[in-house]
């Protein structure tokens, strides 16, 4: 039989030991509610109302997937790379947390699943990272997005962007 007092015990969860408090900073940070907050920041958008931030966030939410088809059609990457620079280029990269992988890979693997990129496994030291490049198929949408927006007669997604997002674009 066993001795109870030689049996190894489990290690010891450290935030057992944390105040109930700092336990549920915890918890909220790991929920969406925490990065819904820092969106919702008074600092993060000024002072814009309710329906102004939801119409941002909706600009920048809708844009995810094409943002990442054409960082890919640029250069192949890993999701890293893409976090990276989605937060670098960000205007509000000193205000919000670097996007996170429970936003970036579902849209990678969504991108993946309709044969716009392709992703391999490749080791790096002693990990494991997918490497994205962009398909045939992916090249081929990517360029019937832009043709999409370049027949438009009066330009109107161009001018927003030029007028709103104070993106240039030089048509020719």
Known sequence: MDDEST???????SRD???????EKI???KSRGYYRDAMDSQDLFGNLDQFEKKLV????RGSGPIIMLWLISKKGQHGYEIMTQLHESSPFRDKIKMPSASIIYPKLHQLEK???IKGTWETHGK?????????PEGVK??????????????????????????????RS
């Open 141 to 170: 949408t990517l360029e019937k997005v832009r043709s999409f927006f370049k027949a438009r007669e009066n330009h109107l997604y161009e001018d927003f962007l030029e007028d709103v997002m104070c993106i240039k674009n030089n």
């Open 57 to 60: 966030r909706g600009v920048m």
């Open 7 to 13: 049996k190894e015990k489990p290690p010891e969860d």
């Open 17 to 23: 030991n944390l105040p109930a408090d700092e336990l």
């Open 27 to 29: 918890e909220f940070k």
């Open 127 to 135: 990990r494991k990272v997918k490497y994205y490049e962009i398909t």
């Open 114 to 116: 309709k044969g716009l």
